[in-house]
């Protein structure tokens, strides 16, 4: 039990386009989700913190305007990355709570940008 | 500033050697603390979980250690496989903090033949 899918595993994309990582947790509901960015040979950095059906809280530094997270349901939450820049190119990790504090990790995106 | 700090940030065993991994916390009070083991380009996957009041945690060959009085927790790994090259990352739930999480950097371990 406790899966979390993310979708794509792996995207390229164009500088000033825009793309959309979602995460889904598969057999429990999720009043919770987390997103994380991780670059190479570092730790995961909390980007933001989504509840379903409220605003996400980010962290600081992190632009809410360029990242755009929509936690829709209990078992879905997006992440959009508006406006791709080549610095934006990370490895992307959602992670889903179900509320008793546990969270559970998604395989990652990978996103590349040209 | 509650903080987590792992060492070494890299190690290179032969397969089929034991090791070591060590995790100093200054987290307090705190919840559990767990270790991941994170393959490149994957996600993190939960190898331990311990409470404040638990020395020691096994998982096949995973056994994880905790000392709350100096603060200190380790990964033990026995009889190293070519599998376990990964990140190991420990990971603390501050007490009253919901759902957050504070990492640790991670210890980069590659097995070699």
């Known amino acids: 039990g406790a899966v979390v899918s993310q979708h794509p595993s792996r995207v390229i994309c164009k500088s000033g386009t825009s793309v959309k990582i979602e995460c889904r947790s598969l057999?429990?509901?999720?009043?919770?989700m987390f997103w994380y960015r991780q670059f190479p040979k570092q730790s995961l950095m909390l980007m933001a913190t989504s509840n379903e059906g409220s605003k996400a809280t980010y962290e600081q530094g992190v632009e809410k305007d360029k990242f755009l997270i929509n936690h829709a349901s209990l078992t879905l939450s997006t992440l959009t990355v508006t406006s791709a820049h080549p610095e934006d190119s990370s490895f992307y990790i959602c992670s889903a709570a179900p509320g008793g504090g546990t969270q559970y990790f998604g395989p990652g995106t990978r996103l590349l940008v040209l | 500033k509650n903080q987590v700090e792992q060492s070494p940030q890299s190690l290179i065993i032969l397969e089929g050697k034991n090791c070591t991994l060590q995790c100093n916390y200054t987290v307090s009070p705190f919840s559990n603390l767990r270790w991941y083991k994170q393959d490149t380009g994957r996600g993190p996957v939960s190898l331990t979980i311990?409470?404040?009041?638990?020395n020691t945690k096994s998982n096949g060959r995973y056994t994880a250690t905790l000392d709350a009085d100096t603060k200190q927790s380790s990964l033990h790994i026995t009889a190293s496989q070519l599998s376990d090259s990964a990140s190991y990352i420990c990971v603390v739930s501050p007490y009253n903090a919901g759902n957050m999480l504070t990492f640790g950097g991670g210890t980069r371990l590659m097995v070699k033949p």
């Open positions: 057999d429990f509901q999720a009043t919770t």
């Open positions: 311990m409470t404040f009041s638990e």
